[in-house]
């Protein structure tokens, strides 16, 4: 059956596809060897190392121009991350003690008619702060 | 086609291939509408507008720290969070946001202590619900079960685990990181936060061929045949390009205890004072794996079953990679509708 013969261009196709997926494998296999995983960590250590240095030098001319520099940003950063922190905390243990104080005037009295939910009250509230 | 239509053709297909993969960062990726809950630090709680909430329990989605949670909202037609808001659930998600420099002292812990439970505690004010369900995909899987585990008497109803890594033992990341040579404390002081484009680097690494050869090999013989469609491949080589940073101290304690010291499997995990003992866990519990995941092995996961406390664990294996398993072509048929009908199951009032 001629027909069903594939064309030469698809033969060249299978070929390539065949041979890139032995390729592939072969790839996959060598990155999954211990002297591999070596070489990796050994070339990540030199890549940091390097790094470290550039960081470091960078750093000293920065200061020396008397600018500030990434370290200064970083630490004002952290500062502002333990400050909005503290403020969670702060906010959580105040929505604990309203609830507390809503669910012990709910048991004495009961809401406005019309009056919208505590949960919901709250729930606009704070969609609205960020 | 003939070989001379197929000559013909290859100056067009040349342009169409370079305007592919020149645009790739134009495409819309994760667009579904979505309203700010809550944010703390880098963390943002999201939830998915939708107008038929057919099932009470909200789905609360937590994703890895490696790669931006829009794989879970991919592009229209093709979006897990679509999907479930079709389905009628009520979804949440957890994005961790781009952390930075500034943000190296952020530990495992304070994910699992910190954001997952105050999350909770956002969807349950929302939605006004005491309960819900805590779906995460690959490292937010480990967090989510970390967080079940470390608090029994957690909100958390249902847990869904997709493609999670629990046993590191033998796996490919294991044979690079978990070496004494490699010193992942240098490399959490000098980066601070560790840059996402190098933790991509490593991920492409295990495959290296199929990673940055046949991908665009097959868009161009997929161009060529005409069959290629840009909108897919686009969405998809936006979202693995878009990498933040890992977090210094949550990047060393992830490598070391989970790589180096294997503690989860051990039981010897442990979070401000507290053993993350998995035996604890007794939510309802659905652990989806991936016959061909080279990043999570399905054997990596699978000890979870064995360990939890839980009554009514579900375990659903199918063919398919770490990703493509839940955001492939196959997925909207394959897999999500029967995580739809084990929640569906496990989410009424």
């Not at chain 2, 952020?106 to 969807?123: A, F, M, N, T």
């Not at chain 2, 991920?203 to 013989?221: E, F, G, I």
């Not at chain 2, 940073?245 to 060393?252: M, N």
């Not at chain 2, 499997?265 to 442990?270: Q, S, T």
Request: aromatic residues 8%; glycine residues 6%.
């Amino acid at each position: 059956m001629a027909e069903d013969r594939p064309t030469p261009e698809q033969e060249a196709r299978r070929l390539y596809e065949e041979a890139e997926s032995r390729v592939a494998k072969a790839a996959e296999r060598v990155v999954s060897r211990d002297s591999f995983g070596e070489l990796l960590a050994m070339a990540t250590e030199n890549v940091v190392a390097v790094t470290r240095m550039s960081f470091d030098a960078l750093d000293l001319v920065w200061s020396n121009l008397r600018l500030a520099g990434r370290r200064d940003i970083t630490r004002l950063g952290r500062q502002l991350g333990r400050t909005e922190d503290k403020l969670e905390q702060v906010l959580q243990e105040v929505e604990r003690l309203r609830d507390q104080v809503e669910s012990s005037s709910d048991n004495g009295a009961k809401p406005a008619a019309g009056a919208k939910p505590a949960a919901a009250r709250r729930r606009s509230q704070r969609s609205s702060s960020p | 086609m003939n070989a001379l239509e197929r000559m013909a053709r290859t100056p067009i297909a040349a342009l169409e291939f370079a305007n592919i993969l020149l645009t790739e960062r134009d495409t819309q990726i994760a667009v579904t509408p979505k309203d700010v809950v809550w944010t703390h630090r880098t963390t943002t709680l999201y939830r998915y507008r939708s107008t038929q909430r057919t099932y009470p329990v909200p789905v609360l989605l937590v994703f890895a720290l490696i790669n931006r949670p829009d794989i879970f909202d991919l592009r229209p037609g093709n979006s897990f969070v679509e999907f479930l808001l079709d389905e009628g659930y009520d979804v949440f998600l957890l994005d961790w946001g781009v952390p930075d420099e500034a943000d190296a002292d952020l530990g495992l812990e304070h994910y699992v202590c910190d954001e997952i439970p105050s999350g909770l505690r956002e969807v349950s004010r929302a939605s006004g619900q005491e309960e819900a369900t805590l779906l995460g995909w690959c490292i937010g899987g480990t967090l989510s079960l970390l967080h079940c585990a470390l608090e029994p008497g957690t909100a958390v109803r249902n847990l869904v685990l997709l493609t999670t890594p629990i046993d590191t033992t033998g796996s490919l990341y294991a044979t690079w990181v978990a070496r004494d040579s490699f010193d992942v404390d240098r490399v959490a002081d000098v980066y601070g936060a560790v840059p996402g484009g190098t933790v991509d680097w490593a991920n492409k690494l295990m495959k290296p061929v199929t990673n940055y050869w046949t991908t665009r090999r097959r868009l161009w013989q997929q161009v060529l045949d005409g069959e290629a469609r840009p909108e897919a491949y686009q969405a998809m080589a936006k979202w693995v390009a878009d990498n933040p940073p890992f977090p210094g101290r949550a990047y060393r304690e992830w490598i070391t205890w989970m790589y180096k010291e294997n503690r989860l499997v051990r039981g010897l995990m442990r979070m401000r004072g507290r053993r993350a003992d998995v035996s604890a866990v007794q939510q309802n519990l659905l652990v989806v794996t991936a016959g061909a995941d080279h990043i999570a092995p399905r054997e990596g996961t699978l000890p979870v079953l064995d360990q939890v406390g839980s009554a009514d664990v579900t375990h659903l294996d199918r063919p398919g990679g770490h990703i493509g398993l839940m955001a492939g072509s196959k997925a909207r048929k394959d897999v999500w509708p029967h995580i739809a009908e084990w929640l569906g199951e496990r989410s009424d009032a």
